[in-house]
């Protein structure tokens, strides 16, 4: 049962993934670009590499010679995942999972094309003039996002020709490893956005977990709720695509599926094959299992019977405001704790910058979630970054 697993990307997603591996007896082996990362604070042992560097991901893949090689983040050379399937490595969801989802051109094409689930008008970039003709076939309002980021970097919305050159140079600075490319998305007027997390089993049924709704500034989150209440038609729509689009995918853990939820259904957005940010509002107790829970059983093949639905939750995130290479002190921890019915989730990342994410405030109860999410927000505005 004991497992050797490399953790590709070791930030706060990563460290809440390895506690919930450990606590099933796994061994862990965290992976970053930089020393002292959050995950690599609580794994068995830790490497620095640049995970671009397909050669440095091969010597680190035979010095330690995993069972299962799990990405937390997007900038890998996955297509080298290929071959350490080959090799019998259990990649996680699957080769052709990762490989896809690290580029959200791939995923979309498999979803609007192969799958056929409803998307947004899109088109893609490689140059500033292609930019400038994809908008004309997208019309304006539209989105533009780097083909490959995380946390919302690099999105931005154009609303007149004004738009245009900002757009593209942010989508740039955004873009992660060396796909300079982007994708330009015709507007949906949407009522709100959810994330669906999907459970994928290897000897079991597809299952969901609640929806969870989220608001988001710079592309990045800022709280979220679970269970957002939606039309119960919109959500089964949004389950069956799921689905489809994971069962095209292949491979067991969990999928962060997003949608935009319109007054005549749900629209796919996108799909990331791991824990997913908003998810963090599961480590309130929402569920009988949080979504690190749930990835790290689906992945050793750990039967999972049901998602049990236990209580109502939000999460709100705490920020940094400055740049610094110091190691952070957190101030009003004490005041936010004495909020009743909370938790607070610290990441211990090592330096910040101006809107890292450093932290998370938890809240939950029978309350409605608006009324979470307030108690979330005002928790997070007690601590402060220094």
Not at 215 to 226: I, N
Request: aromatic share 8%.
């Amino acid at each position: 049962m004991r497992k050797k697993i490399l953790l590709l990307g070791s930030g706060e997603l990563g460290r809440e993934f390895v506690i919930a591996a450990q606590r099933l007896g796994q061994y862990i082996i965290a992976v970053d670009s930089y020393e002292n990362a959050p995950a690599m604070q609580v794994a068995n042992a830790w490497e620095v590499i640049d995970m671009l560097d397909g050669e440095a991901l091969d010597r680190i893949v035979a010095k330690h010679q995993p069972d299962l090689i799990v990405p937390e983040i997007e900038a890998i050379r996955t297509e080298r995942f290929y071959d350490y399937e080959n090799q019998g490595i259990q990649v996680v969801p699957s080769a052709k999972a990762a490989n896809f989802t690290m580029n959200r051109k791939a995923i979309r094409d498999l979803a609007a094309i192969e799958v056929g689930v409803k998307t947004a008008k899109y088109k893609y970039a490689t140059s500033y003039q292609e930019l400038v003709n994809a908008v004309a076939y997208t019309g304006m309002p539209c989105v533009v996002k780097p083909l490959m980021s995380s946390s919302g970097k690099g999105q931005s919305v154009i609303k007149s020709e004004a738009d245009f050159e900002h757009a593209w140079n942010y989508a740039m600075e955004g873009s992660r490893g060396d796909l300079k490319e982007v994708i330009v998305e015709g507007f949906i007027d949407f009522e709100y956005e959810i994330t669906l997390l999907t459970v994928t089993q290897q000897n079991g049924p597809t299952l969901f977990c609640a929806p969870i709704g989220h608001r988001q500034e710079r592309g990045d989150y800022q709280e979220s709720w679970q269970p957002m209440p939606m039309n119960p038609k919109h959500l089964q729509e949004a389950e069956a695509m799921a689905a489809a689009v994971t069962k095209a995918l292949g491979g067991a853990g969990i999928w962060g599926v997003e949608f935009f939820i319109t007054s005549e259904g749900a629209v796919f957005s996108e799909l990331s094959p791991r824990p997913h940010d908003t998810g963090m509002v599961t480590l309130a107790g929402t569920q009988s299992f949080n979504e690190f829970e749930l990835h790290a059983r689906a992945i050793l093949g750990i039967p999972i019977p049901q998602i049990e639905t236990l209580r109502n939750g939000a999460s709100a995130v705490v920020l940094a405001t400055h740049e610094s290479l110091e190691t952070p002190v957190f101030s009003g921890v004490e005041t936010a704790a004495s909020y009743p019915n909370s938790d607070i989730r610290i990441f211990g990342k090592p330096t910040t910058r101006p809107y890292r994410r450093m932290a998370v405030t938890l809240t939950y109860g029978t309350e409605e979630v608006h009324e979470l999410v307030a108690k979330a927000q005002q928790m997070a505005r007690e601590i402060s970054v220094q």
